[in-house]
């Protein structure tokens, strides 16, 4: 709770501090879910100095785990990509999706979701980058995408300076 307090007053933060607050979050739901959760982090060098606005990935992670892993009998992996291309960083975070409920089945509660983190989402990336900055929903091959897409700002210039080959 204090980590959050401490990040949200801060306008801008870098992909790495994000990344180190979604681990904390996944490591605590690591304990409810036990081995039905995964977790991959994958990430460019390149993008851990980037800059963001705080908080844009724990709804995303909060959503993977309640309407995906939380919804399908296995669980599943919750996969987190970030890269720098050209002058964009691209930040997503995939999950499984529950198989579809027979037809005759009554809709259950628990999978609609009230979109609020999604549209705050939105209204923060709109009101700190216009539209330069977007995210984009997908479904595909079972499972479920949420993409981030903003301008690439560094905290450092040090990558600007030195190019070199992402890993």
Known sequence: FRQTLVL???RLVTLEEELAHGQVFLDIER???GDRLQVQVLGHERAQAVLMPPMLLQPLLENALKHGVAECLDGGTVRV???VQDDWL???VTNPL???PPAHAP???AHQGTGTGL???RLRLASLYGTQAQLELSRQDGEFRALITLPRRYAHHDFDA???PDR
């Open 31 to 33: 304990v409810r879910f």
């Open 107 to 109: 809709p259950l509660a």
């Open 98 to 100: 529950p198989p579809d």
């Open 119 to 121: 549209a705050n989402i």
């Open 90 to 92: 691209r930040l997503s």
């Open 81 to 83: 990509e970030a890269m």
């Open 162 to 164: 030195h190019p070199g």
């Open 8 to 10: 949200t007053q801060r």
